[in-house]
């Protein structure tokens, strides 16, 4: 069994490889890591030209993983995604051509472009690991993640994503734009081509499978769990709040805090790698009520309030032996 020693050098590697193309922005690429091991799925919601793109290219070849771009459009349909089964009149049997969510790392770029009945060809895919096409169930190659990129300012043409999609998705993160030295930075590394072109392999998809194993050792304290678990339930009870988090956001954040712990060296669970990881994990779970979104309220601002209220758990917190 992989070690948490080997996750945090492992996890180390992989990010200081990403590093070379996606600059200033550690923080993000943290969370993208933090994503992958939890076998989870990531949406990045940003302007255009921060690096959405770049930077799921450069995960899939640093670990030499297959990589697939979806554009989406508004004529698009599922079986675009899917793939499809099409007649073969030599051999006189119904042959499948995969579609482009066969691959280990996907990125379904501009997804709230495609209609509802197109974004829904991702759920199966990405639950369940698997697609179904004509009856047939076809597995998903691991590991599997999809990374999906919005605009959240253009919304002509554009379909909001409905609360099952955003469900599936374990964070929910945003690049920014980069500092002044770290822009100046990126215009040196593209005088003459792109730095994306040198990422090379520096893990295997095996790899990345035995750390995803490693980080379920990971202990969570009874104190932490339930510091988790009255997080997500008081977005329920929030007056501003329509729809809080389902417990699919209490496992997420579980998960993704086992992660966090082990890629910084430990192997339990902080009330603080709650705290960093909440606003990624829960924002995008929440709705809000009408009052809310009339103040101009972010779910941002409610997870904050919540943090500064509930009370953290303390005493040890380390595995008993």
Partial sequence: MTDIRTVQTFVERLTANIETVIVGKRNAVELAVITLLCQGHLLIEDVPGVGKTVLARSLARSLGCSFSRIQFTPDMLPS???????????SRHFEFRPGPIMAQIVLADEIN?????????????????????DGTTHPLE??????????????????????AQLDRF??????????????????????????????????????????????????VAPPVKRY?????????QHNEVYLGASPRGSLALYRSGQARAAIHGR???LPDDVKALAQAVLSHRLILG???????????????????????????????V
């Fill in 170 to 219: 374990l964070m929910r993160v945003r690049l920014g734009y980069p500092g002044l030295d770290a822009e100046m930075d990126i215009l040196d590394r593209q005088r003459y081509r792109h730095p994306v072109e040198d990422v090379g392999q520096v893990a295997s998809a095996a790899d990345i499978i035995e750390a995803q194993e490693a980080i379920k050792e990971v202990y």
């Fill in 142 to 163: 691991r590991p599997f993640m999809v990374m999906a990129t919005q605009n959240p300012i253009e919304y002509e043409g554009t379909f909001p994503l409905p609360e």
């Fill in 290 to 320: 009408p009052a809310a979104r009339l103040r101009d309220l972010s779910t941002d601002q409610i997870l904050q309030e919540i943090l500064a209220t509930l009370p953290a758990p303390g005493g040890e917190l380390r595995r008993q």
């Fill in 267 to 269: 192997d339990f669970v």
């Fill in 113 to 133: 472009r495609a209609t509802p009945k197109t974004q829904a060809a991702l759920l199966e895919a990405m639950e369940e690991r698997q697609v179904t096409v």
């Fill in 80 to 90: 675009d995604v899917t793939g499809v089964s099409i007649f073969d009149q030599a």
């Fill in 228 to 236: 988790i678990v009255e997080l997500t339930r008081l977005t329920r």
